[in-house]
């Protein structure tokens, strides 16, 4: 026990601030315990880094939330195989399961998630081995007993976690005649998660991610906008964009707060409860339109509502009638906004808000990249006391000053004169909201 509070406490210490922690916690305890999350491991995973992966694992649990989890035994199907000299045959990409690799794989895979399991178990973590009885699916005769997933019974999953344990399951699936067949771990997954409508689904990966042509990694997606893009990007394989495609459907489905991650086992943790994430985050999402040079066709109601509601007061009332408005971004729904003035030949971000209820969906990272795509200056002001923004800018400023009542940032300034000229200019903006009401008196 005294080894698993270390891990715990190691993990903490790695993740981020204790206030990003809080908040994740809050809103994932929210969550039903068998929609907070389906994570997929791949078997050289479990081969190569078990210890990372049940720390991870352990962690959750150890702060109440049970993800289901489902792991592939590739790696080590493919070595059993080898060992007894069944040849491995694949058409079309995909493995050709004979009579003989389904003796050996049921023996793999059975093994494979007992020592998972057993692995968790030393750790302190409460864990069920479901090697079977989760996944149905239909023979794909040109592929022997290989499977094609038809449907879920989540049942022994919620007995499992309702029982407080951590349900580890194998890719096997059973037919309506009885058959067992194999089943690819990515689409099992996909299934699951369509079935059981988790807040996240995650892909563990040694990558850690999706990286470009040049081996940066990619952070994040919003799909309603970048989908295209990544449909034709060269430096991703026909197997990806497959993949791409399949999370795309599956996101399509799901609730709008539902989202997919990939990432590496030792940091699930940072993915999971710090803003930054550590991997690759992908999001249904919504289409960010500007406005540019004014108000233009913006619903200027639903605009002036969302603004009210995201500050908690009401603007001033010549406020769309005053304001020189530069450029105004929109999300569809009208559910986040950003609005932007030009004083002098630098643009002033004058208001950025998200609906409350649209927060954890990724919008307000959307609204920013495109922020910083089309504007490479940009600074704006924000209150001392606003502690649950300040840190989010911080992370996305290259400067910052604090003064009184304001905290001014900015980015892509060069030289002390321009700095020095947008903190005059931050500071000295009246206000645009109205007084907020003194508390009453008790």
Same mark, same amino acid.
């Not at 190691?10 to 999350?37: P, W």
């Not at 795509?373 to 600074?379: C, G």
């Given at each position: 026990?005294?080894?698993?509070?270390?891990?715990?406490?190691?993990? =903490?210490?790695?993740?981020?601030?204790?206030?990003?922690?809080?908040?994740?916690?809050?809103?994932?305890?929210?969550? &039903?315990?068998?929609?907070?999350?389906?994570?997929?491991?791949?078997?050289?995973?479990?081969?190569?880094?078990?210890?990372?992966?049940?720390?991870?694992?352990? @962690?959750?649990?150890?702060?109440?939330?049970?993800?289901?989890?489902?792991?592939?035994? *590739?790696?080590?199907?493919?070595?059993?195989?080898?060992?007894?000299?069944?040849?491995?045959?694949?058409?079309?990409?995909?493995?050709?399961?004979?009579?003989?690799?389904?003796?050996?794989?049921?023996?793999?895979?059975?093994?494979?998630?007992?020592?998972?399991?057993?692995?968790?178990?030393?750790? *302190?973590?409460?864990?069920?081995?479901?090697?079977?009885?989760?996944?149905?699916?239909?023979?794909?005769?040109?592929?022997?007993?290989? /499977?094609?997933?038809?449907?879920?019974?989540?049942?022994?999953?919620?007995?499992?976690?309702?029982?407080?344990?951590?349900?580890? =399951?194998?890719?096997?699936?059973?037919?309506? &005649?009885?058959?067992?067949?194999?089943?690819?771990?990515?689409?099992?997954?996909?299934?699951?998660?369509?079935?059981?409508?988790?807040?996240?689904?995650?892909?563990?990966?040694?990558?850690? /991610?999706?990286?470009?042509?040049? /081996?940066?990694?990619?952070?994040?997606?919003?799909?309603?906008?970048?989908?295209?893009?990544?449909?034709?990007?060269?430096?991703?394989?026909?197997?990806?964009?497959?993949?791409?495609?399949?999370?795309?459907?599956?996101?399509?489905?799901?609730?709008?707060?539902?989202?997919?991650?990939?990432?590496?086992? /030792?940091?699930?943790?940072?993915?999971? $409860?710090?803003?930054?994430?550590?991997?690759? =985050?992908?999001?249904?999402?919504?289409?960010?339109?500007?406005? &540019?040079?004014?108000?233009?066709?913006?619903?200027?109601?639903?605009?002036?509502?969302?603004?009210?509601?995201?500050?908690?007061?009401?603007?001033?009332?010549?406020?769309?009638?005053?304001?020189? @408005?530069?450029?105004?971004?929109?999300?569809?729904?009208?559910?986040?906004?950003?609005?932007?003035?030009?004083?002098?030949?630098?643009?002033?971000?004058?208001? $950025?808000?998200?609906?409350?209820?649209?927060?954890?969906? *990724?919008?307000? *990272?959307?609204?920013?990249?495109?922020?910083?795509?089309?504007?490479?200056?940009?600074?704006?002001?924000?209150?001392?006391?606003?502690?649950?923004?300040?840190?989010?800018? $911080?992370?996305?400023?290259?400067?910052?000053?604090?003064?009184?009542?304001?905290?001014?940032?900015?980015?892509?300034?060069?030289? $002390?004169?321009?700095?020095?000229?947008?903190?005059?200019?931050?500071?000295?903006?009246?206000?645009?909201?109205?007084?907020?009401?003194?508390? &009453?008196?008790?």
């Amino acid at each position: 026990m005294n080894e698993t509070r270390a891990i715990i406490s190691q993990l =903490l210490r790695n993740i981020g601030s204790s206030k990003e922690v809080d908040q994740y916690l809050k809103q994932f305890s929210e969550v &039903e315990s068998a929609k907070f999350a389906v994570i997929k491991v791949r078997g050289d995973i479990i081969r190569d880094d078990l210890e990372s992966l049940c720390s991870a694992l352990t @962690f959750l649990y150890r702060v109440a939330l049970y993800p289901i989890v489902v792991h592939g035994s *590739g790696a080590q199907l493919d070595a059993a195989l080898a060992a007894e000299g069944v040849p491995l045959e694949t058409r079309d990409g995909r493995r050709v399961v004979d009579a003989a690799t389904l003796r050996v794989a049921r023996r793999v895979t059975t093994a494979l998630n007992h020592d998972l399991v057993d692995a968790l178990e030393r750790m *302190g973590t409460r864990a069920r081995a479901i090697p079977a009885g989760v996944f149905r699916a239909e023979r794909i005769e040109a592929l022997g007993y290989h /499977g094609h997933v038809t449907g879920v019974d989540a049942d022994p999953i919620r007995a499992a976690i309702k029982s407080g344990h951590l349900p580890i =399951l194998s890719c096997v699936a059973e037919s309506d &005649e009885g058959q067992l067949l194999l089943v690819h771990a990515r689409t099992a997954t996909l299934e699951l998660a369509r079935a059981v409508g988790p807040a996240k689904i995650i892909f563990l990966t040694p990558e850690g /991610g999706l990286t470009d042509d040049k /081996g940066r990694l990619l952070r994040s997606f919003n799909l309603a906008e970048d989908y295209e893009w990544m449909m034709t990007q060269p430096f991703f394989s026909d197997s990806q964009r497959r993949k791409f495609a399949a999370m795309k459907a599956l996101l399509d489905v799901l609730p709008h707060s539902s989202s997919i991650a990939l990432t590496a086992p /030792g940091l699930l943790p940072r993915e999971l $409860f710090t803003h930054r994430g550590s991997g690759t =985050l992908i999001r249904r999402g919504e289409k960010v339109l500007c406005h &540019e040079g004014g108000l233009g066709d913006v619903d200027v109601p639903r605009l002036k509502e969302l603004l009210e509601r995201g500050f908690g007061r009401q603007l001033v009332p010549d406020y769309f009638d005053k304001k020189g @408005f530069y450029r105004v971004y929109v999300t569809e729904s009208y559910r986040a906004a950003a609005i932007l003035t030009m004083e002098g030949d630098l643009p002033y971000l004058d208001k $950025f808000v998200v609906d409350e209820e649209a927060q954890g969906e *990724g919008l307000a *990272g959307s609204l920013w990249e495109r922020l910083v795509e089309d504007n490479p200056r940009l600074f704006w002001r924000s209150r001392v006391d606003n502690t649950k923004i300040n840190p989010w800018y $911080f992370s996305r400023a290259e400067g910052s000053l604090r003064d009184g009542r304001w905290v001014v940032f900015w980015y892509g300034l060069e030289g $002390f004169a321009a700095v020095q000229d947008a903190i005059a200019k931050a500071l000295a903006m009246p206000a645009s909201l109205e007084a907020a009401p003194a508390p &009453e008196a008790s």
